[in-house]
């Protein structure tokens, strides 16, 4: 269950189960308010190439810039970007990621509602972790390749209804739905996704529960009944605390064929290296995936990715200490306080950058897990409850949260405990 070290950690999610069942109706465009970009077009794969072939358009569903600038993998051939409203483009090598290109797109006046059109071709290259790949058995794509184009600053939101040219007779699992049609897959979701992840595969076998289920080949049936039992615990434990106005759709898991590098896209989990012995591990790592539906708003190249993080990891170890009682909690806590020995401070006015792992997902819930003591669970648990459905996405909203639900007192200790640039221990 380890995690890709690359972007893939940066963003989180998932989504309703996806598996194709043979030709049916496509489902009704589900229309959601306050997301910017809808995407939709045809893929072409060859995957006998390892080659796809792209036309895609991105809708602007509300956009006021006059140039907006996607990333797109450098080894895929731009043929076209066009547009009523794009008046040029410009491409060049993406300033902070080898092997992608930037492509500023220029756009006249009265965009929103507007398309853009993309067409591009080429091979991704396999990367070693084979977390992304176009293969005669095997395709699975992510923002980590940067198949499609994706806006720069990665704080847009999106949702999809694309075609997929793959082979007849393979299953496609994605944050949504996908159905076969005479020619391909058509995928969609109404969910706010941050990219357009899949997997697609021939022989996929499932297991299902209630709300989940878990696409593999081969994997035994005591690997299948753990993930469906610990998702099963996680969801009636999240959607009880969080999920009476939007509960957590039905999840779709898919466990690769490679050694290492899951990840999670709000009902989409990729899982690798499960081990079916070890319950709260498993339980901690789902329901932390699965909070992510909920804690997901703050931006991610932000000091504020720490809201992200820290209250899933929160939430998680929150929901084993309730299955698995308080060792698993002390074990966690102490665990948190190891890692965050000698790291820096989580969040101050004046130091705006990003954090490291270690601050966002040890050093944040920790500093959590410290206002839980001072203020009591049950306080705690209001904060958190708001913090994920009202929704909170940066951390000065995040201190007014506090203040109003205890004190100014534990608001100002707060953000002293976030500017302790020592280690910090439980007090
Ligand atoms: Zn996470």
Known sequence: MSRHPHLTTLFLGLALLAGCRGPSNPPPEEAISGVDLHYGGRVEFDVDAGALDADLS???VDESATTLAFLLHGALELAAVEGEYVTGHH???????????????????????????????????????????????WVELSV???????VESFDRTLTYDLELGLPA?????????????????????GIDMIDIPFAAAPNLEE?????????????????????LDAAAYCRAYLDERFGSDRPLPDVAFALPDRPESGYARKTFIALTSVDPDDRVGLTRFLCHELSHYWSTGAAPFTVDNWLNEGFAV????????????????????ADWERR?????????????????????????????????????????DRIVT?????????????????????????RAWFVSVLAESESASAD
């Open 314 to 333: 929160f939430v998680a170890a929150q929901a084993c200490r309730r299955r698995y009682g308080d060792e698993s909690w002390d074990k966690t806590l």
């Open 169 to 189: 007779g393979w299953t496609v699992v994605s944050p949504g739905t996908a159905v076969a049609i005479e020619d391909g897959y058509r995928m969609q979701t």
């Open 91 to 137: 491409v060049e090598p993406a300033p902070n990621i080898d092997t992608w290109n930037r492509i500023a797109v220029e756009l006249g006046e009265g965009a929103a509602g507007s398309e853009i059109r993309f067409r591009y071709r080429g091979v991704i290259p396999t990367p070693e972790s084979r977390i992304n790949q176009i293969s005669p058995d």
């Open 58 to 60: 991105a809708r602007l």
């Open 386 to 410: 708001r913090y994920m459905t009202d929704p909170v996405d940066d951390t000065p909203t995040l201190l007014e949260l506090i203040e109003a639900e205890s004190d100014a007192e534990s």
């Open 207 to 227: 297991a299902s529960g209630k709300r989940e289920t878990v696409f593999h080949r081969g994997a035994s049936t005591e690997t299948t009944d753990a993930i």
């Open 340 to 380: 965050s020995e000698g790291q820096g401070t989580i969040w101050t006015p004046n130091d705006l950058s990003r954090r490291p792992y270690e601050i966002n997902y040890k050093k944040g819930p920790l500093a959590l897990s410290r206002l839980e003591q001072r203020i009591g669970m049950e306080t705690m």
């Open 144 to 150: 980590d390749t940067a198949w499609h184009p994706i």
